[in-house]
């Protein structure tokens, strides 16, 4: 048998370096563009509501059918990334969603879009994960969310210019165009040195191993001796999700997505269908929107700052009764400015939330042998959800406007809150192979 690599203590005592600064703007750059060609749909469907192209409920069915794809994208990249490796999934994934945003035009081909969609989120942030040193995971995962929101802002500011001149079928177009780009730069894109460890491929492992520490020690010098990691004895099967020790970080896992994906596609990207629902102009309510938008990456860049300070427990929980408590005053503002004011007050802790559980929280929650697919099947359960949250929200926004669909996302936050005080852990500043035989602490004293 081959001598272990320990790739994870190895990987761990690296310091920062422009590998790893190359590794999070590679994975980086594929995910701004699945960012970008999410929130493009804000603010094409609402051009398209304007114009007479569709209706409320065809925009729901588009955003619905997106979501099919984003489910079955998230549930079978995470099987096929812990049996083919993560290179494979982030390369698959970027051309599968780049050529059909190209032809995006109709439902279908945002279903095959969905797809790729759906499997970008959980390969980049699990791969970054599986490279990134313990002290600075949160930061640096955090910092690669932050890039991804840029494409809130980007797509709002994109669709200001481009739709009145040219058109929304545009919009997609150069999310495609991008994408392409990116999935050609990828190829450069190592494999993961734990998964292939995992998986008994110890001299791929060894070989990438050493071609990262050579071009770190070229630039830092020599480093720590790595400490010693026992074997894994981590089960590779399914089943092991069900055990005692995973089961409750899949429910962790399970809720909070579907809580952060309601916020998103429930509220942020209905922002100018409700601007223009309500009377405004088609150019005002994407300037609404807009200036809105800009705390999507301010949000993102406060969850980075504070996840390896305060913890991922206390910035979830904080940036959870944050939004709720602006999400109780945001219906009953009525002033232009002030409402653009509270708008963007409510979006910069929905993505301090983004941050944390999108990026940071969920991928370090699961040994290296079922990353993937925990992740898979938690962003499974909230792209699942999501499928039906635009037609919910039509309802409650044609009953009860804006604060029936807020009543509806408070309501889940406060589920939220409390599922990650009873069942979550505290991952901030240790290693991935540290956490993963720890169960929840309870809040409740043991009877002795």
């Not at 203590?9 to 790893?20: C, E, G, N, Q, T």
């Not at 944390?356 to 962003?379: D, K, M, Q, W």
């Not at 309501?411 to 169960?439: C, D, M, N, T, Y």
Request: with cysteine; charged share 10%.
């Amino acid at each position: 048998m081959p001598v272990p690599v320990n790739s994870g203590a190895r990987l761990d005592r690296l310091p920062i370096s422009s590998f790893h600064r190359r590794i999070m703007w590679l994975i980086g750059a594929g995910m701004f563009f699945d960012g970008f060609d999410i929130y493009i749909v804000a603010t094409v469907l609402g051009a398209t509501l304007k114009s007479g192209f569709s209706t409320m409920g065809q925009n729901a069915q588009f955003v619905s059918v997106t979501f099919v794809g984003m489910m079955l994208g998230s549930f079978l990249t995470g099987f096929l990334g812990d049996r083919y490796g993560r290179s494979f999934m982030y390369q698959a994934n970027l051309a599968i969603f780049g050529l059909a945003s190209i032809a995006s035009v109709l439902i279908l081909l945002r279903f095959i879009i969905g797809i790729g969609l759906g499997a970008e989120n959980v390969v980049g942030y699990s791969t970054l994960t599986e490279f990134v040193p313990p002290q600075a995971r949160g930061k640096w995962l955090g910092g690669m969310s932050a890039v991804v929101t840029t494409g809130l802002p980007a797509a709002g500011l994109v669709g200001t210019l481009i739709i009145p001149n040219f058109g929304w079928r545009v919009m997609f177009l150069l999310g495609g165009l991008g994408t392409l780009v990116v999935w050609y730069l990828r190829k450069a894109l190592p494999e993961s040195p734990r998964w292939l460890e995992s998986v008994g491929r110890t001299e791929e492992a060894e070989a990438i191993l050493q071609g990262i520490e050579s071009e770190v020690s070229s630039s830092h010098g020599s480093f720590p001796f790595p400490t010693s990691t026992p074997p894994s004895t981590q089960s590779r099967s399914l089943g092991s999700l069900v055990s005692p020790v995973l089961f409750p970080r899949m429910v962790v896992g399970c809720v909070t997505l579907i809580v952060i994906n309601t916020l998103i596609y429930g509220f942020v990207t209905w922002l100018p269908t409700f601007f223009v629902q309500e009377g405004l102009s088609i150019a005002t309510s994407f300037g609404y929107a807009l200036a809105m938008s800009f705390g999507a990456p301010i949000g993102s860049a406060l969850g980075a700052l504070t996840a390896d300070s305060w913890g991922r427990k206390p910035t979830i929980v904080s940036a959870s009764l944050f939004t709720i408590l602006v999400g109780v005053i945001y219906p009953f503002v009525k002033n232009p400015i002030t409402l653009m004011i509270t708008g963007f007050l409510l979006t910069v802790p929905i993505y301090v939330l983004v941050a944390l559980l999108f990026a940071i929280y969920i991928p370090e929650l699961f040994p290296t042998e079922v990353r993937l697919r925990a992740s898979g099947i938690c962003n499974t359960f909230g792209r699942g959800a999501t499928i039906l949250t635009p037609f919910i929200v039509v309802a409650l926004f044609s009953s009860h406007g804006v604060g029936g669909v807020l009543s509806l996302m408070i309501g889940l936050l406060v589920l939220q809150l409390f599922v990650v005080i009873l069942f979550g852990i505290e991952p901030k500043r240790r290693r991935l192979e540290e956490i993963e035989s720890e169960a929840p602490v309870s809040p409740y004293p043991a009877n002795v």
